[in-house]
C-alpha cells in the first residue's frame, strides 16, 4: 500500500513512509489489563497467591518438595519456575547461568491529546514500534540491550525510541512525554522458551519467552498444564523442554 491509499488509511504516517504492509486483523493485548485478569482468573478457580521470594528450590534426591522463602518451607507436588529473566538464577533450578539473559527494552509513553496526531492501528517502523493505547496514549519501543540486571532508562535508549518514532510520524513531535522504563526479556540462549518438566521430579519450568511472553501466554499455559498434569496434550512442547540445556552439556 502506499500513496494516497496509505494517506487515507493512517493519515499521521509521515512522507519519509512510502510504502507499508496493512494487517486489517492484527490486534494487540494490553499487557497491564492482562496481568491483572490472570490472577483474578485463577484466584475465581481457587488459586491463592502470596507475594514472597523464592529463596531455593528444596529437592530431595531426584524429587521436589516445594520452595523456601524467608517464611519457611511452603511444601508442593508440583513447582514451575517461572522467573524470567532471573530463572537460572533460582537456587536448585539446574540450569546453565547463561541458559536464559536479560535483555532490556526500554518504552516511551506519549500522550497526543488534544492534538490527535495517533496512528489508527500499531504501526512497525525498522526499528520499533508504535501502539495506540486508550485516552490518547502512545507507547513507544524499544530498545534491545544485553547490559545485564541494568534497569536504568538511558538517555540513548529514550533518543533512539524518540527519533525512530518521528521519522515514521513527525506529527508527535508536540505530544507530552508522560514517563519512560525499561524492562528485561528472557532471552533463552539457543532461541526457543524452556517449557515443560525437568530432570528433577515435579519440578517444571515455563521461562524463556523473550520478545513474546504476552503472545505464548495461552499456549504456555496449556503446555504447563499437560506437563504438569502428565497428560498428552495437542501440541508437541519436546523442542522446549528444559532438561535439553543438562543434556547439551552432559
Ligand atoms: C520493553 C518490552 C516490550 C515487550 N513487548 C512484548 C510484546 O509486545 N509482546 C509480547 O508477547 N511480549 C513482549 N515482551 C516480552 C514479555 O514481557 C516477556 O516475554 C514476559 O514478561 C515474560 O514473562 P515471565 O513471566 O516469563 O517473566 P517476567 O514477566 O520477567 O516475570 C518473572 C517474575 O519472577 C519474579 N522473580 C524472579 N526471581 C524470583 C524469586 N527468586 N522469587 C520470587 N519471584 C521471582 C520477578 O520479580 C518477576 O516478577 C516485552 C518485554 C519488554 C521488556
Redesign the pocket.
Same mark, same amino acid.
Given at each position: 500500500m502506499r500513496g494516497d491509499e496509505l494517506a487515507k488509511l493512517e493519515p499521521a504516517l509521515g512522507p519519509a513512509v512510502v510504502a507499508a504492509v496493512h494487517f486489517p486483523d492484527e490486534a494487540q493485548v494490553d499487557?497491564q489489563a492482562l496481568a491483572h485478569a490472570i490472577p483474578a482468573a485463577a484466584r475465581h478457580a481457587g488459586a491463592q497467591f502470596r507475594r514472597?521470594?523464592?529463596a531455593r528450590l528444596r529437592i530431595e534426591g531426584r524429587r521436589v518438595l516445594g520452595v523456601d522463602l524467608d517464611t519457611g518451607l511452603v511444601a508442593a507436588g508440583a513447582v514451575v519456575i /517461572?522467573?524470567?529473566?532471573?530463572t537460572p538464577?533460582?537456587a536448585g533450578a539446574a540450569l546453565p547461568a547463561d541458559a536464559i539473559a536479560p535483555v532490556r527494552?526500554?518504552?516511551v509513553l506519549l500522550r497526543t491529546e488534544p492534538d490527535g496526531v495517533a496512528p489508527r492501528a500499531v504501526v512497525f517502523g525498522p526499528a520499533g514500534y508504535v501502539v495506540p493505547r486508550p485516552h490518547g496514549h502512545l507507547l513507544l519501543?524499544?530498545t534491545m540491550e544485553r547490559v545485564g540486571f541494568d534497569k536504568r532508562v538511558t538517555a540513548g535508549g529514550v533518543a533512539s525510541i524518540l527519533a525512530h518514532a518521528l521519522s515514521l510520524m513527525p506529527g508527535l513531535a508536540g505530544a507530552t512525554l508522560e514517563s519512560t522504563w525499561?524492562?528485561?526479556?528472557?532471552a533463552p540462549r539457543d532461541g526457543l522458551p524452556l517449557i515443560g518438566a525437568t530432570a528433577v521430579d515435579g519440578l517444571f519450568v /515455563?521461562?524463556g519467552?523473550?520478545?513474546?511472553?504476552?503472545?505464548?501466554t495461552p499456549v504456555t499455559a496449556e503446555l504447563v498444564a499437560d506437563a504438569v498434569l502428565g497428560r498428552a496434550g495437542a501440541i508437541d512442547g519436546s523442542p522446549f523442554r528444559p532438561s535439553r540445556f543438562s543434556e547439551a552439556e552432559s
Open positions: 499487557a514472597a521470594s523464592v /517461572a522467573a524470567g529473566a532471573w538464577l533460582v527494552g526500554q518504552m519501543g524499544s525499561a524492562g528485561f526479556r528472557p /515455563a521461562s519467552h523473550h520478545r513474546n511472553g504476552i503472545l505464548l
